[in-house]
């Protein structure tokens, strides 16, 4: 029976039962962890050792602890960020990669999403995005959350976490639901959600610009059989993410689904996702 790690979100979204639905128990064993301050785990929302590689290594630790030889990682969207960088890592740990939303955290990306590029798109709720923040900081929005989501000060550290998990939660499908604008306003899960995220964009991963897409990175992977499943209006990780990693990891099988956006939970994305 293979063995499957599942790389959640976000990162701040933790994991609940419903990302359970991508696997077969009768064929496999999964494990689902939440990650640093996400969740489950505590202290919630905390941002202290939480980067990239704290990360990578709490997964290879439960991979020793489940003494577990070689494991299929499963992750979409910042989890196809940290299955990357954890297959980089221990590549002879990986026994395939399943990946989807691509997103390698450069700034294009970031940008695109929080400063200038789906505000195109999304205007109504772009407004809402900008609300909490005074019009001589929005040139920089992802510091000036990231200010307001450090603060001392509760309340405008929940206004914020609220504003920036609804953004996220009001672009990820091609249909809004209503079940994620409702969960962005839940005070302890925005708050992870957003404070966590904001943490790691402001320090660009923790990583070089680019550092997953390098070749001596993508060496380190081109035996290990993956697959690619991406949104074709994905607006939060454009597909453009997906093809600059199939050019240098020609190797891997991209599919791009022509009716969907960025959630995984989207039907045409979850059905290619668990053929």
């Not at 976000?10 to 990302?19: F, K, M, Q, S, Y």
């Not at 709720?125 to 000036?144: F, G, N, S, V």
């Not at 959600?193 to 320090?203: C, D, K, L, P």
Request: proline share 5%; charged share 30%.
């Amino acid at each position: 029976m293979s063995w499957f790690s599942y790389d959640a979100g976000g990162p701040g979204g933790g994991t609940g039962e419903r990302d359970r639905q991508y696997f077969d128990p009768e064929a496999y064993k999964i494990v689902l962890f939440d990650q640093r301050g996400a969740g489950k785990s505590t202290p919630m929302a905390s941002l202290e050792e939480n980067t990239t590689w704290d990360l990578v290594s709490d997964i290879e630790k439960l991979r020793e602890h489940l003494k577990i030889d070689k494991w299929v990682v499963f992750g979409g969207s910042w989890g196809s960020t940290l299955s990357l960088a954890y297959a980089q890592t221990h590549p002879e740990r990986v026994k395939a990669l399943i990946l989807r939303g691509i997103f390698t955290l450069r700034k294009s990306e970031l940008k695109f999403f929080y400063q200038d590029g789906t505000s195109h798109i999304f205007p109504d709720a772009w407004d809402e995005y900008l609300a909490p923040i005074p019009l001589e900081e929005q040139d920089d929005l992802m510091t000036a959350y990231h200010k307001r989501l450090t603060s001392e000060d509760e309340q405008t550290r929940t206004e914020a976490a609220k504003a920036w998990s609804k953004w996220e939660m009001a672009t990820s499908r091609l249909r809004v639901d209503p079940d994620d604008i409702a969960r962005a306003a839940q005070d302890d899960w925005a708050l992870a959600f957003a404070r966590i995220e904001s943490h790691y964009f402001v320090n660009a991963g923790f990583m070089r610009e680019g550092q997953l897409l390098e070749k001596q990175a993508i060496d380190k992977i081109r035996h290990i059989p993956t697959v690619v499943v991406q949104g074709r209006y994905d607006v939060v990780c454009p597909a453009r993410s997906a093809y600059d990693l199939k050019k240098v990891f020609p190797e891997a099988e991209l599919t791009i689904v022509p009716d969907a956006g960025h959630s995984a939970r989207e039907i045409p994305t979850s059905k290619l996702l668990t053929e």
